[in-house]
């Protein structure tokens, strides 16, 4: 019997090679893939030892050495998109020399495999800032091991990693910017540069791991995964109008598509937030949001609230046909054929919103469920 090997259908294989001079080491990937970003690359050296991460699509590539010599952590990364695609991976040498070889491969060295296959890795990273978002709620910003470079696609979320008596237990969470305004400078500066990742994250009193979470102070450690998620942040650009259903902490995929549409990067017909939480005080970032409905002519926010006290004169309840109706008078999907639709919170809530928005007449390419 002859034996046929399968037909590779993934995308084309990515190759790398080195260059260098008295100063630096230069690591170059050439991937054909369209356009890559920075998003798309993952950069990590500690000691001698040294991977790269590349999203090519829905597989990963990854080169994986220990180097001959010691570089400083002085790493940088630099993506050009054209007919080929390349990253540069650029390491400053210790002191003027000629290298005489790179170094050894280790494990998934010049390797392809789907995203689904391969295994997430953690490094220890450091808290570097905690503040109190809401009563129950904190913005906590963590600083990446000085040899990691990591800029996290907008929608998707990394694994905070603690060890619970003995055992590794993992919880997913949306990378947010800290702030919707470009001004505030020093925390976008953090956020731009690829070694911060910033979090909001709800204690949870009876919660597994999230008291832990919150007990942490500034200079403590915890383990932070890569990034996952399916978000195709081109959707966001060829889409006219953008509606965001979000319930509690489901508000956390929306913040950056909220920053990228009012800070001037895109220009959206309309943006309308209609955000579902149990009472006032649960309202994340509701000045931010407030401020921004005044400022914005396109963007609008509306709060319903499903245990809201006698005094609350707005809208009450949960997600329902009667109140999305309501809500999205102004955007028939019938007028707004680029609509786009992005929902994120409880399951149940999920699930119960996914049902209405397509009765009320919009199709699956009009919708984007978060979930993780
Ligand atoms: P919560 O329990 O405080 O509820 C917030 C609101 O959700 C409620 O006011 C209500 O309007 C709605 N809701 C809750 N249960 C509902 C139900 N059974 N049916 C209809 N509506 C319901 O919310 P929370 O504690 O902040 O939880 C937020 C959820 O969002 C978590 O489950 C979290 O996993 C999820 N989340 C997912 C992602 C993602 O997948 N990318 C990101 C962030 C948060």
């Not at 260059?19 to 920075?38: D, F, H, L, S």
């Not at 010599?69 to 400053?92: C, M, Q, T």
């Not at 919660?207 to 959707?235: A, Q, V």
Request: with cysteine; glycine share 6%.
């Amino acid at each position: 019997p002859t034996f046929q090997v399968p037909a590779y259908e993934g995308p084309p294989k990515a190759r790398y090679d080195w260059y260098q001079n008295g100063e630096q080491v230069v690591i170059t990937v050439y991937a054909k893939c369209k356009n890559i970003r920075r998003e798309h690359v993952i950069a990590d050296q500690v000691g001698k030892t040294f991977r790269a991460t590349i999203y090519l699509d829905d597989h990963v590539y990854t080169i994986h050495l220990v180097f001959s010599y010691f570089f400083p952590h002085d790493l940088s990364v630099r993506v050009r998109s054209g007919p080929v695609n390349r990253a540069d991976f650029i390491l400053k040498k210790c002191r003027q020399s000629q290298w005489a070889k790179l170094g050894d491969p280790k494990e998934h060295n010049d390797h392809l495999q789907p995203v689904k296959e391969r295994e997430l890795i953690f490094r220890q990273c450091k808290v570097h800032s905690v503040s109190q978002v809401t009563h129950n709620t904190k913005l906590m910003t963590f600083e990446l091991p000085e040899g990691t470079v990591m800029h996290v696609p907008t929608g998707y979320h990394v694994y905070l990693q603690l060890n619970v008596n003995g055992v590794n237990i993992n919880r997913p969470y949306t990378v947010i910017t800290p702030s919707f305004s470009n001004k505030d400078g020093d925390k976008m500066k953090q956020f731009y540069s690829g070694s911060f990742v910033h979090l909001m994250i709800k204690i949870y009193r009876d919660g597994h791991l999230t008291p832990l979470i919150g007990n942490l102070k500034p200079g403590d450690r915890i383990m932070i995964s890569d990034f996952e998620g399916n978000f195709d942040e081109d959707r966001l650009t060829k889409c006219s109008d953008l509606v965001l259903l979000a319930a509690g902490t489901g508000f956390t995929p929306m913040v950056r598509l909220i920053h990228q549409t009012t800070s001037g990067k895109l220009q959206k017909g309309c943006v309308k937030l209609v955000f579902f939480n149990r009472t006032e005080e649960d309202i994340l970032w509701r000045n931010e949001l407030d401020q921004l409905d005044k400022q914005h002519k396109t963007f609008k926010f509306v709060n319903i609230l499903s245990e809201a006290d006698k005094a609350w004169p707005w809208l009450r309840g949960r997600v329902s046909e009667s109140n999305l109706k309501q809500q999205l008078t102004d955007l028939q999907p019938s007028e707004n054929p680029r609509c786009l639709v992005c929902i994120c919170g409880p399951t149940p809530f999920t699930q119960a919103a996914v049902k209405i928005v397509k009765s009320l007449g919009y199709t699956d390419d009009m919708i984007h469920l978060f979930t993780s």
